[in-house]
């Protein structure tokens, strides 16, 4: 997962990450699309460390964070994509040769920035063209106004699970139109179960179990961006621009292997991270970064991993926090992963 822009956001909860985080700590953190990384900022850390090695993911959380350091709110989340266009207009940025001539080549320059990742695509492609064709687009504009849970699932049960969805679903889903245009190959080779059933179970959590006014990340995929007077990511709630806009310069980039960084490095940390870069690893791969996390936490150092459908936890000298992660798990707003850990030093 070396080239291309695979993430235009970040689909884990980044408040599940920032619960972790206390000012003037230390944190690493995969650096994917950087809602992460920005969102901590939000907490006062001493350090962000984001790691990649996708060169592009990487200039992408630059850019983001170009459009905090100089740009005001609203502007910001403008050139960003952070909510429906009420312009075409962009206001320029000042930023150095290199990331602009990876902007221009990415169009990213008069294009949003959200929108930008193969994900997003292919689930844009999924809403915008075969969504349609299973359920009418005003019973979707009446479950984006559902007003409770009772409200979601009645309109799904009736309008929206019929099984002309559940078919395009299931094809638009399935390893093979997923490998090819939704996820990098390497997501999907531990992968044993069929991902397309897996995400059509899965994806009732957002249909069914949380308010539409709260899941922020349903809501954009639904529609292709937030709404500022709904539930927002930390990162793009007004209160924290300040925060996230001095706090930048806390930002450290490293184009590396989560593992070959931390076999390098001797700084410890106070939070960590790993997302679910672990779906690619083996076992014993993943053993080994769990292991080098361990010896880089500081005493009281919480880490942080989820799992889509490959299954990677931290065994040795590691504490599943279980009440913590009983609750994020519950409360959740991502529902493409299938597991979630909080985990302490034993």
Request: net charge positive.
């Amino acid at each position: 997962m070396k080239s291309g822009i695979l993430y235009g956001m970040c689909w884990e909860d980044p408040e599940l990450f920032c619960a972790l985080v206390e000012p003037d700590q230390r944190v690493l953190t995969v650096c994917s699309a950087g809602d992460i990384a920005l969102s901590v900022l939000t907490k006062n850390p001493e350090s962000v460390v984001a790691v990649d090695t996708n060169n592009d993911q990487l200039n992408l959380c630059r850019l983001k964070a170009a459009c905090f350091e100089q740009l005001e709110y609203d502007a910001c989340h403008q050139r960003i994509g952070t909510f429906e266009r009420e312009k075409s207009f962009m206001e320029p940025l000042s930023i150095d040769n290199d990331l602009e001539k990876w902007a221009i080549k990415n169009a990213l320059h008069q294009n949003t920035i959200l929108q930008s990742g193969q994900f997003e695509r292919y689930l844009n492609t999924f809403v915008k063209y075969l969504l349609p064709l299973a359920v009418n687009r005003s019973v979707i504009r009446r479950f984006l106004a559902a007003k409770d849970i009772q409200k979601q699932r009645l309109i799904y049960d009736k309008h929206i699970n019929n099984s002309r969805y559940r078919f395009l679903f299931k094809r638009f889903f399935g390893r093979i139109t997923m490998k090819r245009y939704g996820r990098h190959p390497d997501l999907l080779k531990h992968v044993k179960e069929n991902p397309a059933v897996v995400l059509y179970k899965r994806m009732k959590h957002a249909w069914l179990e949380i308010p539409i006014t709260d899941n922020y990340f349903f809501r954009f995929i639904l529609n292709g961006a937030f709404k500022s007077d709904l539930a927002l990511p930390p990162w793009a709630q007004k209160p924290h621009f300040d925060a996230i806009k001095s706090g930048t310069s806390k930002l450290e980039y490293v184009h590396d292997s989560m593992t070959a960084y931390l076999s390098k490095t001797e700084k410890k940390f106070d939070a960590i991270n790993l997302s679910n870069i672990t779906d690619v690893m083996t076992h014993s791969e993943a053993d080994t970064l769990f292991d080098l996390c361990r010896t880089h936490l500081h005493p009281g150092g919480r880490l942080l991993i989820w799992n889509t459908m490959v299954d990677r936890k931290p065994m040795a000298g590691w504490a599943l926090d279980e009440a913590e992660t009983k609750a994020h798990w519950k409360n959740r707003m991502a529902s493409f992963y299938g597991y979630l850990g909080i985990y302490n030093l034993a």
